[in-house]
Nanobody, 124 residues
Framework: VQLQASGGGLVQAGGSLRLSCAAS????????MGWFRQAPGKEREFVSA????????YYSDSVKGRFTISRDNAKNTGYLRMNGLKPEDTAVYYC??????????????????WGQGTLVTVSS
């Protein structure tokens, strides 16, 4: 499985971005998709996850109410819509895939495949 994250960039505080994660190499609808982020000098942290069909979602407390995860299985693509961005959201964002079940894990080690990351910078 190859995952390609895109959509990062520089945005002012309060602005919005939509990240995309394009998948290839395996049936997209058969895995849980997650988003993680890693800020400079910090550990990678969970952001959000979505079930196979998109009916269940899970968010970290830090982004709940501001970010929305979604997926389009027909396009083999997942998304992370980020509204109300804050400087503390600045990080490299990674998409990831979990093939062993439909549980929405928040632990990075539960994910089997990772994209290369896309940088989001939020200026104050």
């Amino acid at each position: 499985v190859q995952l390609q994250a895109s959509g990062g960039g520089l945005v002012q505080a309060g602005g919005s971005l939509r990240l995309s994660c394009a998948a290839s190499g395996r049936t997209f609808s058969n895995y849980v998709m997650g988003w993680f982020r890693q800020a400079p000098g910090k550990e990678r942290e969970f952001v959000s996850a979505i079930s196979w069909g998109g009916s269940r979602t899970y968010y970290s407390d830090s982004v709940k109410g501001r970010f929305t995860i979604s997926r389009d299985n027909a396009k083999n693509t997942g998304y992370l819509r980020m509204n109300g961005l804050k400087p503390e959201d600045t990080a490299v964002y990674y998409c990831a895939a979990n093939y062993h079940g439909n549980t929405l894990y928040s632990t990075a080690s539960e994910y089997d495949y990772w994209g290369q990351g896309t940088l989001v910078t939020v200026s104050s």
